[in-house]
């Protein structure tokens, strides 16, 4: 009878003619002193640095491999002058751990580390992919490439349904099949020497092996193991065919060669209790250290990207019973059901680690407040905007509903400046003369309009409703917004019934999908805090205030910016924004850190409300001006 399944889904063959016996030696170490040796040999340039080449040395340093040398590289950290006359390398811990920069070599047991220096980061979008440091499983250039993130630590544990009163602590893995998926990839790394064990684990490099959870729990069960001898991670991170390589020539990444025993003090150190708040960030300086890039580490410190990782981490790998869990408090949806964001997986297979404080729930009613076309919203006041890690343009938002329906609702964002205006000749209905006017253009939302009439404008004019140029959006006709075409702008400039600076026009629609439980379009949105209505009476101080703006550039970045904050203040039904001016106990695995302002970024003196404004001005500038900020500080 088979007790443990293979742990690649195949049939483990000992083919005894193919098999090498290299003893305990890692022959990756042999490269690595190679490698090594002529770096300090002589410095490279920096085009050189990451050049991997054989030198003379090679048969002279095959013939030092000494007895007590196992790994073949503590001769290179004995060297004292080796070690002064390089910049490029350094050993933190130990002189048996190495680390090399390895080029654009993907192989099996490579680490991959996220770059730092390509123009777009991961500050806006996928943050757990700053500053990551990820290991190869598997790869095939033709094929796919595998990797689990090892710097993500949780305060979640797993279910154990074979071995009572059994916790396993997991990492978040990847964002394929991970900790929000109901089946969850996942893979358990170990540095067992059991011949059972073995027999039901692939190996990556020296030392270190990866097998199921299944297998896992059965090491368990029989006696040869304990849950604490496992890194347990769920999900993956995976590249199609030269995909990886192409992020590699985009200074995406950094590829490390390093010895296992660098990797598996970091996941001890990590299991032992670092905050998830931390997002592994250590195990990244260390790293870059390793491989000579301490400046660059130094460099891009502390800056947008780092404090946006952490808010992710505090969002997604710290629990709710911790303090995160979404960091907002939760909800209560309108259906009586309570939404806990921030607990991975839907099929409560992930319990919290710790239990310090959980946040009080806030039921927050707004069914009074009924969305349709025409409703003026803006975007929550919460200090801790629903809209900091994904969606950035909507913070501070203000959005027209122009359709509502049981399917979608439809709104155009309408504070958000585009870096191009309209063209409009204008034929003066007296004198006949044709004078060109340029229109500044809004970014309405990421879906295009179908249909000739690509553009929408729009007006809030007394004189012009009057006049009956264009039509009423909603039922809303006293203060209401109304829509318009390019022919009755032409008319109301032509005929001086109007300004240019009257008419605001739109690209671009914003869609809110319903029908799902957790997709009722901007009503659903409405009632969760997300956004609120503006009241009737505000509409046209609002529209005055949005009608300032002008065409985008880098020049007036912060002036529009100031100027669709300044409208979207005005459409406030309260004196005061900020919400909530208490301060929360949160948890976590840093007994030392028990009382913090959960206004701020975690050890950082930034406010997180000030993040989301600098959130917006990234997206901004990215997107709409295509300049992406280089803030390394």
């Known amino acids: 009878m088979t007790l443990f399944a293979s742990a690649d889904g195949g049939d483990k063959i000992n083919d005894e003619d193919e098999d090498i016996d290299l003893g305990d030696k890692d022959w990756r170490a042999f490269r690595a002193k190679l490698v090594l040796s002529g770096i300090a040999a002589s ?28 790994d073949g590289i503590g001769a290179i950290f004995s060297s004292k002058e080796s070690l002064n006359d390089k910049e490029y390398f350094m050993t933190p811990l130990d002189p ?100 059972q064990a073995m027999r039901a684990s692939v190996p990556v490099i020296k030392d270190i092996q990866w097998t199921t959870f299944e297998n896992a729990k059965r090491l368990v069960k029989i006696g040869v193991a304990k849950s604490s001898d496992f890194w347990v991670f769920a999900g993956y991170a995976g590249w199609g065919p030269g995909q990886l390589m192409g992020e590699l020539d985009r200074k995406s990444w950094y590829m490390v060669a390093t010895d296992s025993q660098t990797l598996l003090q970091e996941l001890s150190r990590q299991m032992a209790g670092t905050d998830p708040r931390d997002a592994g960030l250590d195990t990244w300086n260390l790293l870059m250290s390793m491989i000579g890039r301490t400046d660059t580490a130094t460099e891009y410190s502390g800056g947008f990207d780092d404090l946006m990782l952490k808010e992710w981490a505090l969002q997604n790998l710290l629990s709710k ?42 039921e927050k009613e707004k069914l009074e407040e009924n969305v349709g076309e025409g409703s ?36 155009v964002i309408l504070n958000r400046s585009a870096a191009k205006g309209i063209d409009v000749e204008i034929k003066d209905s007296l004198t006949g003369q044709i004078r060109s006017e340029v229109m500044p253009l809004h970014y309405g939302g990421q879906y295009a309009i179908r249909g000739n009439n690509v553009l929408l404008w729009l007006h809030c004019s007394h004189d012009l409703k009057s006049a009956g140029i264009g039509s009423k959006i909603g039922d809303n006709k006293k203060n209401g917004i109304y829509k318009c075409t390019l022919d009755d702008v032409k008319i109301a400039l032509g005929n001086g019934l109007a300004k240019v600076e009257d008419f605001l026009v739109v690209s671009g629609v914003s869609v809110w999908a319903k029908g799902g439980t957790d997709d009722k379009g901007m009503q659903g949105l409405v009632q969760t805090g997300k956004f609120e209505l503006i009241e009737k009476s505000k509409t046209n101080d609002v529209w005055s205030i949005l009608l ?23 459409g406030s039904n309260v004196e005061e924004d900020e919400q909530d001016n208490n301060t929360f106990l949160l948890g976590g695995s840093d007994e030392n850190f028990v009382v913090k302002d959960n206004k701020i970024v975690f050890k950082s003196d930034v406010k997180v409300s000030d993040l989301s404004d600098k959130a917006l001005q990234s997206w901004v500038a990215t997107f709409l001006l295509g300049a992406p900020l280089l803030d390394k500080q």
């Open 321 to 362: 019973e911790g303090g995160g869990g979404g960091g907002m408090v939760s909800k209560i949806s309108i259906w009586g059901q309570q939404t806990i964001v921030g607990v991975m997986d839907s099929t409560n297979n992930f319990l919290p680690r710790q239990s310090l404080l959980t946040s009080s729930v806030v």
């Open 548 to 570: 300032m703006q002008g065409v985008l550039s880098e020049f007036n970045l912060s002036q529009n910016l100031a100027i669709a904050n300044k409208a979207w203040l005005h």
């Open 43 to 70: 410095k490279p340039s920096s085009s050189e640095e990451r050049t991997v080449t054989k030198t003379n040395n090679e048969s002279t340093l095959a013939q030092q491999g000494e007895a007590t040398d196992v």
């Open 376 to 411: 003026l919203v803006r975007a929550s006041a919460a200090y801790r905007s629903p809209f900091l890690l994904d969606d950035q343009e909507f913070h501070k938002s203000l959005v027209l509903i122009i359709n509502d329906d049981q399917n979608l609702s439809v709104g």
């Open 96 to 195: 048996s751990q190495w680390a090399y920069d390895s080029g654009e070599v993907i192989e099996q047991g490579t680490v991959i580390l996220g770059g730092v220096e390509q123009e777009y980061g991961f500050g806006l979008r996928q943050q757990y992919f700053h500053k990551v440091a990820i290991l190869v499983l598997d790869h095939d250039e033709k094929q796919f490439t595998k990797g689990i993130i090892l710097n993500r630590p949780t305060d979640l544990t797993l279910k154990d349904d074979i071995n009572d009163g059994v916790e396993w602590n997991v990492w978040f893995g990847g964002d394929v099949q991970g900790l929000a998926s109901p089946n969850p990839d996942i893979v358990c790394l170990h540095s067992l020497k059991d011949n």
